[in-house]
C-alpha cells in the first residue's frame, strides 16, 4: 500500500499573512482597485449624460431664433400661401389616380398598349388630364415669387449677422495687438503680409518675411490696416427691417385674389371637359362625381383661406417653450432646405416605434415560448443544444444582420409577395424591399435572444417548491407550467420582454441599412399595410446625419435633441422593467 | 542585463525609423464630397504619387469623403488643406469662412452630370425637367401623371448632407423641398441598386454609376448626359484658403489635377473634363 500523502492539517485553507505596499496591504490594495473601477464607470456615465444635456441645450434657443425669423421674414405667410398651392397639388393627384384607374381597367379589359395610348392621350382627355395640370401654373409662380422675396429677406438678415460676428472678431483682435504685451503670432505675420501685399504704399522698408523683426510701428500698421478692413466689411451690411420689407410679401392681394378667380374659372372648365370623355365605367364616372365634388369644397374654401392671410400677424411672438412643441409635436423633419429647416421629432419617433412593435410581435412569441420550453419542457440534451444556440444570435454583429437584410431578406420577401397565389395577404405585392417590416423581423431576430436569456432566468429563478407542491396536488406538468410557473414569473418575463424592446428600440446599423429611410410618418391608414411602408429612425437618422452637421448649428442640436428623447425612452423602458420585478413579482409573499 | 540592451537598441531604432518616415514623407489632407473623393481624387492622387516617387519624393495622402459640408468646414477649421465640393459654397459659408478670417476659393476640376435612371423595365424613354420636380417634390405620386402606365412612384435620393442632393434640389426641383415620400439612400450604389430592382423606381445619381445592370438612364429636356446642353450639370471643386500659401506639394497637386494627365484621368472615372 502507498503511504498517504502528508497533509498538514495545522495549516489554513487562507492565509493570513498579509504584504504590505506603501503602507496598504494586498486586501485593501484590491478592495480600493474594484472600487476604482466601479467610480469611473459611474463617473463616464455621468459625463456622457451630462455632454448629451449640454449639446441638446442650445437647441430650444436656437429654434426659437429660426422660427422668430421664420415669422418675422414672411415665410410663414408664403407657408400660408402654399397651403392653397398643395389643395391644388392634392386635387391633382386625385385627378391622376382617376387616371392611374382608368389606364388599369383598360389594361384589364385587353386593350393593348397602342389602345391604352390612343385613350389617355386623345384630345379630350388631354384636356382634362393635362389642362387641369397646367391650369395652376399661375399661382405656382405667385407663390414662388412671393417665396423668393421671403427666402431673400432671410438670407439677407443672417449674412449680416455674420458680418457682425466679423465686425465684433476684427474689433477683438486690434485691441488684443494695441495691448504692450502682444507679440506677432505666426498667423498674424501672415495676415499681416498678406496686406500689405494688397496695400505696398502702408510700409516702406525691406520685404518682410518669417525673420523680420516686427516693431511697434509695424504693430500699428497691422491694427490700422485691419480697421480698414473691418470698416470695410461693415459697408458691406445692408441692414434689413423687416417690418417694411414685409410688404413686398405681403403686397399684391388684389393680384392674388385674381389669380385665384381666373384658376377657378379655369379649373372649371377644365373639370366639365370630364363630361366629353366616355370612361365605358361606373367605377371612374364615380370616382369623378367626387372629384367635382371635391373642387366644389376646394373653390369655396378660398374666402376662408383669404380671411386666414389677412389674419397672419408677423408681430405675434414665438415662445421659448412653443418651439419645443415645435420639436416634439413636429410633422416634419426637412434639413438643408432653402425656405426653411423643420425638426419634428413625430415622423422618427413613430418609425422608431412602428419597427419596435413589429419586431416585439416576432421577438415575443419566439423567445418566451423558448424559454418556457426550454426551462421547463426540454429534456436535457436538447437545452444543452438550444440554449447557447439562441444565445448566439446575439454575437452575430448587427451590421451583418443589417447587410443580410438589404441582400437577401428584403429581396426575397419581395419576390415572395409577388407570387400570383400569395396575392391574398392585405399588403402583397410590397413594392420596397426597404421597409418596416424587414427592419422589424430583423431587429426581432436581435431581440430574441435578449427575452429568451432572461425570461428563462426569470423562470428558473421561481423556487423548486411550487413545481412540487404543484404536482403533489396531482397536476400534471404542463399544468404545472401553465398555471404555476409562468404565472409565478409573469413580473420577469415582462421585464424581459422591456428590456428586449430597449435593446430594438436604441439599434441603429440595421434599422438604417433597412428601414427605408422615409421621413414621413406612416400612414396608419392602410392597416395592415403600414408595415411595409418604409420609415426612418431616431437612432437612423442621428447615425445617418450626425457626421456631416457643422458642429454647434441648429440641426447639430436637433440631433442631441433627438439622442435626449433617445435616453429617455431608454431610461423609462429599463425603470419601468425593474419597477415591474419589484412590485408584482409573487415569489416571498 | 542584456534583453535590456537589446530592448533599448530596438526602441532607438524604432524611434529613428520614425522620424526619419515623418522627414521622408509629406501629407496632404483632402476632406470632403464623396462625389469626388470616391473615385476620382484618389486616382488622380495615385498617379501624382507615381509621378513623385519617380523624382525620390514620398507623398502620402489622407483622403476623408464625407459630403461637401465637411468639405467646406474642414477649410474652415483648417484640418484640410485641400477641401472638395460637388457643389457651391453656400452664402452662409462663405460668410461663416470670413468670419474666421478664411477666403474661401474655388477652383473647378470637373464636371459631373446627374444622372435620372430608372428601372429598365419603365417604357418611359425621355424626361422633363418639369416631369422630374414634380416627381421629387411629391407633386406626381403615381406614374399615371406622365405617362400611359401606372404604379405608384418610388423615388430615391441621396442624403441631406450630399452634396448631389444639394445640387439636384437647385437645378432639377427650381429649390424646392423634396416630397416627404422620398426615400433617402445612403449612396449612389444604393440608389442604383434600389432602383434596378424595383420597376417602380426612379432615382438619380452621379455617371460614374450609370452602367448599373438593370437600369436605364433617361436624357432630360432631350440631351443625354454628356452633352453640353444637358441640364443636369454641376462643376466639381477643389476648395482650398486663399489667404494661407498652400504648401508647394498642395499646389502641385492641384496643377496635376488640372493638367492633361489629370484631367485623362477624370475622364476615365466617368466625369466631363473642363477643357
Request: proline letters at 3%; aromatic letters at 10%.
Amino acid at each position: 500500500m502507498a503511504a498517504k500523502p502528508k497533509t498538514d492539517h495545522n495549516k489554513p485553507a487562507f492565509s493570513k499573512r498579509r504584504a504590505l505596499f506603501l503602507g496598504q496591504d494586498s486586501d485593501s490594495i484590491i478592495k480600493a482597485f474594484f472600487g476604482s473601477n466601479a467610480m469611473v464607470a459611474i463617473v463616464i456615465l455621468a459625463l456622457i449624460t451630462i455632454f448629451l444635456f449640454k449639446e441638446g441645450a442650445g437647441f430650444a434657443g436656437l429654434y426659437h431664433k429660426s422660427l422668430e425669423e421664420y415669422r418675422l421674414s414672411g415665410l410663414e405667410y408664403v407657408d400660408v400661401l402654399k397651403e392653397k398651392r398643395e389643395g391644388y397639388t392634392e386635387l391633382t393627384r386625385y385627378l391622376n389616380d382617376v387616371k392611374s384607374d382608368w389606364i388599369n381597367e383598360l389594361k384589364d379589359s385587353g386593350a393593348s398598349q397602342a389602345e391604352i395610348n390612343k385613350a389617355v392621350f386623345s384630345p379630350e382627355s388631354k384636356a382634362l388630364f393635362f389642362g387641369y395640370m397646367r391650369a395652376g401654373s399661375d399661382l405656382k409662380k405667385f407663390v414662388k415669387t412671393k417665396m423668393d422675396v421671403a427666402i431673400e429677406i432671410r438670407d439677407q438678415h443672417t449674412t449680416n449677422e455674420n458680418l457682425r460676428e466679423t465686425i465684433a472678431n476684427y474689433t477683438k483682435r486690434i485691441a488684443q495687438i494695441q495691448s504692450d504685451r502682444y507679440e506677432f503670432s505666426p498667423e498674424d505675420r501672415a495676415k499681416y503680409i498678406l496686406l500689405l501685399r494688397d496695400n505696398p504704399d502702408a510700409r516702406t522698408g525691406a520685404e518682410i518675411t518669417d525673420e523680420t523683426v516686427l516693431d511697434q510701428k509695424d504693430r500699428e500698421q497691422f491694427a490700422a490696416l485691419l480697421q480698414a478692413e473691418s470698416e470695410q466689411t461693415e459697408g458691406t451690411i445692408q441692414p434689413v427691417d423687416f417690418y417694411t420689407a414685409i410688404e413686398d410679401v405681403t403686397s399684391e392681394q388684389a393680384r392674388y385674389a385674381e389669380i385665384l378667380n381666373e384658376l377657378e374659372a379655369k379649373l372649371t372648365t377644365v373639370v366639365a371637359s370630364a363630361d366629353a370623355i366616355n370612361f365605358n365605367s361606373a367605377d371612374i364616372d364615380g370616382r369623378i362625381t367626387t372629384f367635382k365634388k371635391l373642387n366644389a369644397s376646394y373653390f369655396a374654401g378660398i374666402e376662408k383661406h383669404k380671411a386666414k392671410l389677412a389674419d397672419w400677424d408677423q408681430k405675434a411672438s414665438v415662445t421659448l417653450f412653443q418651439s419645443l412643441g415645435a420639436f416634439l409635436t413636429g410633422k416634419d423633419w426637412i434639413t438643408a432646405s432653402d425656405q426653411q429647416d423643420w425638426y419634428g421629432l413625430l415622423p422618427l419617433l413613430t418609425g422608431s416605434l412602428l419597427i419596435s412593435g413589429i419586431a416585439l410581435i416576432f421577438a415575443i412569441p419566439f423567445g418566451v415560448g423558448a424559454a418556457i420550453y426550454v426551462n421547463q419542457i426540454a429534456g436535457h440534451a436538447e437545452r444543452n443544444f438550444i440554449k447557447p444556440y439562441v444565445e448566439f444570435i446575439s454575437a452575430i454583429p448587427s451590421v451583418v444582420i443589417g447587410f443580410f437584410g438589404v441582400v437577401v431578406f428584403g429581396e426575397a420577401i419581395r419576390l415572395l409577395s409577388q407570387l400570383e397565389f400569395l396575392q391574398w395577404v392585405p399588403f402583397f405585392p410590397v413594392q420596397e424591399r426597404l421597409n418596416a417590416f424587414t427592419a422589424g423581423c430583423l431587429l426581432a431576430l436581435m431581440a430574441i435572444p435578449t427575452i429568451f436569456t432572461l425570461a428563462e432566468d426569470a423562470i428558473n429563478n421561481i423556487p423548486r417548491h411550487f413545481k412540487e407542491a404543484s404536482l403533489a396536488m396531482g397536476a400534471t406538468p404542463l399544468q404545472t407550467t401553465m398555471r404555476v410557473i409562468v404565472p409565478t414569473a409573469l413580473s420577469g418575463i415582462i421585464s424581459a420582454i422591456m428590456l428586449g424592446f430597449g435593446r430594438v428600440i436604441g439599434e441603429t446599423m440595421v434599422v438604417l441599412l433597412c428601414a427605408g429611410n422615409r421621413i414621413k410618418i406612416p400612414d396608419f391608414t392602410e392597416g395592415v399595410g403600414v408595415f411595409v411602408e418604409p420609415v426612418h429612425t431616431m437612432t437612423g437618422i442621428i447615425a445617418q446625419e450626425m457626421g456631416e452637421v457643422v458642429q454647434g448649428s441648429l440641426h447639430y442640436r436637433a440631433l442631441f435633441m433627438v439622442g435626449i428623447v433617445l435616453f429617455f425612452v431608454s431610461l423609462l423602458i429599463n425603470f419601468s422593467a425593474q419597477w415591474i420585478v419589484k412590485r408584482y413579482s409573487k415569489l416571498g409573499d | 542585463m542584456k534583453t535590456k540592451t537589446i530592448l533599448r537598441t530596438l526602441t532607438a531604432a524604432a524611434a529613428f525609423a520614425f522620424v526619419a518616415q515623418v522627414s521622408a514623407t509629406e501629407t496632404i489632407v483632402i476632406k470632403g464630397s464623396d462625389t469626388l473623393g470616391a473615385k476620382m481624387v484618389p486616382q488622380i492622387a495615385e498617379a501624382f504619387k507615381a509621378q513623385k516617387a519617380k523624382a525620390g519624393i514620398e507623398v502620402a495622402f489622407e483622403i476623408a469623403a464625407e459630403g461637401s459640408s465637411t468639405g467646406v468646414a474642414s477649410v474652415i477649421d483648417g484640418t484640410a488643406e485641400i477641401g472638395m465640393s460637388s457643389r457651391d459654397p453656400k452664402a452662409k459659408e462663405v460668410a461663416k469662412a470670413k468670419a474666421n478670417g478664411i477666403d474661401m476659393q474655388t477652383i473647378t476640376v470637373a464636371k459631373d452630370g446627374i444622372a435620372i435612371i430608372v428601372n429598365e423595365s419603365n417604357p418611359l424613354t425621355a424626361i422633363s425637367l418639369e416631369e422630374i420636380e414634380l416627381i421629387f417634390s411629391g407633386d406626381a405620386t403615381d406614374w399615371s401623371a406622365i405617362a400611359a402606365q401606372t404604379g405608384s412612384i418610388s423615388a430615391y435620393t441621396r442624403n441631406t448632407s450630399s452634396g448631389t442632393y444639394a445640387v439636384f434640389q437647385k437645378l432639377g426641383m427650381s429649390s424646392r423641398d423634396y416630397g416627404s415620400d422620398t426615400q433617402k439612400m445612403a449612396g449612389n450604389e444604393q440608389i442604383a441598386s434600389e432602383v434596378a430592382k424595383n420597376p417602380n423606381g426612379i432615382g438619380y445619381v452621379g455617371l460614374a454609376y450609370i452602367n448599373t445592370p438593370g437600369v436605364k438612364v433617361l436624357p432630360v429636356n432631350g440631351a443625354a448626359p454628356d452633352s453640353a446642353a444637358y441640364p443636369l450639370a454641376r462643376p466639381l471643386y477643389y476648395l482650398v484658403n486663399n489667404g494661407k500659401a498652400l504648401t508647394p506639394l498642395a499646389d502641385e497637386f492641384i496643377k496635376f489635377s488640372l493638367s492633361a494627365e489629370g484631367q485623362e484621368i477624370v475622364k476615365r472615372v466617368h466625369f466631363l473634363p473642363i477643357k
